[in-house]
């Protein structure tokens, strides 16, 4: 079977944005990405078996240009992640310190964590795309959020610490503790 | 909210800008211009990957003129290098009596992580000392280095991994091309083997 590009473009560009720019992480580079996948879909002479089967193949060339695209080590006039992410709207503080935190994250443990809470793909099927064995991507999983846990509690102490220098220590305490005790129950990075 | 929705919530401001062409003549044309930016960027790669003893140049040369030697194809080709004013720099040759245009740049980094445009003539180096591979419209797959040209369509194993050692002037690298499902052939060349050091086999030069 073949969808139409038209439709692919309207049901995965701004994904498939999303994932080469987890890899890359640079909006130019990701936009290039996104249109070279889509010429290759147009131009490959291959059937597939299912939406998803299509699906999965895009994710699979756009990871792996995008991945082509870091060792070119290419640079143009490019906008730095943190100019970048200036221009983004995030709805909350929070989701803007865990994009960062994922952006600090090794590329190999970026793409299988996007993979599984973005685009809602199992162990098994990441396997499949990015042709690795399951028990890999599941260790991938695993010290990526062990990483992530880290980063964000490692950027909330630092925030902490700047806070308390402002404040009345004893309040901030206080109010810290309760934080972190609504944010520990609920980012903890649980497979779900 | 579960990390799942707090995942999602953080990556939607993430929004692709880009009009994706979908006319099939423009998908035509623009499939042409990617496969020559693929091309430069192939030429590119190892521009840096070895640049990480460069040294700290001024980065604008201004449009400064200068002939250089590039090995294109398994051939010496002398191409003229022009300065863009912002790093990169235009490499134009001629080949089959058509004169082409590639154009690119590369930074080194040093210990620090500090990035600095790389000297015309310290690109070519790097881009001479790394590998190509190339597949022709018959589907054979060439590797080109230096003046050798290696027919490496019939060395991918099983999982479509081709591993050999290429050797120039007594230096000696491992170079892995990976057959990918979509048609390309990224590779990986070092000087220490990637895989266990067995499994690269000499390269049949012809």
Same mark, same amino acid.
């Given at each position: 079977?073949?969808?139409?590009?038209?439709?692919?473009?309207?049901?995965?560009?701004?994904?498939?944005?999303?994932?080469?720019?987890?890899?890359?992480?640079?909006?130019?580079?990701?936009?290039?990405?996104?249109?070279?996948?889509?010429?290759?879909?147009?131009?490959?002479?291959?059937?597939?078996?299912?939406?998803?089967?299509?699906?999965?193949?895009?994710?699979?060339?756009?990871?792996?240009?995008?991945?082509?695209?870091?060792?070119?080590?290419?640079?143009?006039?490019?906008?730095?992640?943190?100019?970048?992410?200036?221009?983004?709207?995030?709805?909350?503080?929070?989701?803007?310190?865990?994009?960062?935190?994922?952006?600090?994250?090794?590329?190999?443990?970026?793409i299988?964590?996007?993979?599984?809470?973005?685009?809602?793909?199992?162990?098994?099927?990441?396997?499949?795309?990015?042709?690795?064995?399951?028990?890999?991507?599941?260790?991938?999983?695993?010290?990526?959020?062990?990483?992530?846990?880290?980063?964000?509690?490692?950027?909330?102490?630092?925030?902490?610490?700047?806070?308390?220098?402002?404040?009345?220590?004893?309040?901030?305490?206080?109010?810290?503790?309760?934080?972190?005790?609504?944010?520990?129950?609920?980012?903890?990075?649980?497979?779900? | 909210?579960?990390?799942?929705?707090?995942?999602?919530?953080?990556?939607?401001?993430?929004?692709?800008?880009?009009?994706?062409?979908?006319?099939?003549?423009?998908?035509?044309?623009?499939?042409?211009?990617?496969?020559?930016?693929m091309?430069?960027?192939?030429?590119?790669?190892?521009?840096?990957?070895?640049?990480?003893?460069?040294?700290?140049?001024?980065?604008?040369l201004?449009?400064?003129?200068?002939?250089?030697? @590039?090995?294109?194809? =398994?051939?010496?080709?002398?191409v003229? +290098? &022009?300065?863009?004013?912002? !790093?990169? *720099?235009? /490499? #134009?040759?001629?080949?089959n009596?058509?004169?082409?245009?590639m154009?690119?740049?590369?930074?080194?980094?040093d210990?620090?992580?500090?990035?600095?445009?790389?000297?015309?003539d310290?690109?070519?180096?790097?881009?001479?000392?790394y590998?190509?591979?190339?597949?022709?419209?018959?589907?054979?797959?060439?590797?080109?280095?230096?003046?050798?040209?290696?027919?490496?369509?019939?060395?991918?194993?099983q999982?479509?991994?081709?591993?050999?050692? @290429?050797?120039?002037? =007594?230096?000696?690298?491992?170079?892995? +091309? &990976?057959?990918?499902?979509? !048609?390309? *052939?990224? /590779? #990986?060349?070092?000087?220490?083997?990637?895989?266990?050091?067995?499994?690269?086999?000499?390269?049949?030069?012809?």
């Amino acid at each position: 079977m073949r969808q139409e590009v038209q439709e692919l473009v309207r049901l995965y560009q701004d994904n498939l944005f999303a994932a080469a720019f987890n890899v890359c992480k640079n909006a130019e580079d990701a936009e290039d990405v996104v249109q070279d996948t889509f010429i290759r879909y147009y131009t490959i002479k291959k059937e597939f078996d299912s939406a998803e089967h299509v699906r999965a193949w895009l994710f699979r060339v756009a990871i792996n240009r995008a991945k082509n695209v870091n060792h070119t080590f290419w640079r143009r006039n490019r906008l730095s992640l943190e100019d970048y992410m200036e221009t983004l709207t995030f709805e909350t503080e929070e989701s803007e310190d865990l994009f960062e935190a994922v952006m600090k994250l090794p590329e190999k443990y970026r793409i299988v964590i996007h993979l599984f809470y973005y685009e809602d793909y199992k162990v098994s099927e990441i396997a499949d795309i990015l042709k690795l064995s399951e028990s890999n991507v599941k260790v991938r999983l695993s010290r990526g959020r062990s990483v992530l846990r880290e980063t964000i509690e490692r950027s909330h102490a630092s925030r902490d610490c700047l806070s308390i220098k402002h404040c009345h220590a004893e309040q901030d305490s206080l109010l810290n503790k309760q934080r972190h005790a609504e944010q520990d129950s609920s980012w903890n990075l649980k497979e779900e | 909210m579960t990390d799942k929705e707090l995942y999602k919530q953080a990556f939607s401001a993430l929004h692709s800008s880009a009009q994706i062409s979908l006319e099939a003549e423009e998908m035509a044309k623009i499939q042409k211009k990617h496969k020559t930016n693929m091309a430069v960027a192939a030429a590119l790669i190892c521009a840096v990957i070895i640049g990480g003893s460069g040294t700290a140049y001024a980065a604008d040369l201004g449009g400064i003129q200068q002939k250089l030697s @590039l090995w294109l194809h =398994g051939k010496e080709t002398e191409v003229d +290098v &022009t300065a863009t004013g912002n !790093g990169g *720099y235009t /490499f #134009s040759y001629e080949e089959n009596g058509q004169i082409k245009e590639m154009g690119g740049g590369g930074v080194s980094i040093d210990e620090s992580g500090n990035e600095t445009w790389l000297y015309a003539d310290e690109l070519a180096e790097d881009m001479n000392r790394y590998a190509d591979v190339y597949e022709d419209e018959n589907g054979i797959v060439h590797v080109y280095y230096y003046d050798q040209i290696i027919d490496i369509t019939n060395l991918f194993d099983q999982e479509g991994i081709c591993r050999i050692l @290429l050797s120039h002037n =007594g230096e000696k690298s491992y170079l892995k +091309v &990976t057959r990918d499902e979509d !048609g390309s *052939y990224p /590779f #990986s060349q070092r000087k220490v083997p990637e895989d266990d050091k067995e499994l690269y086999r000499d390269a049949p030069v012809e």
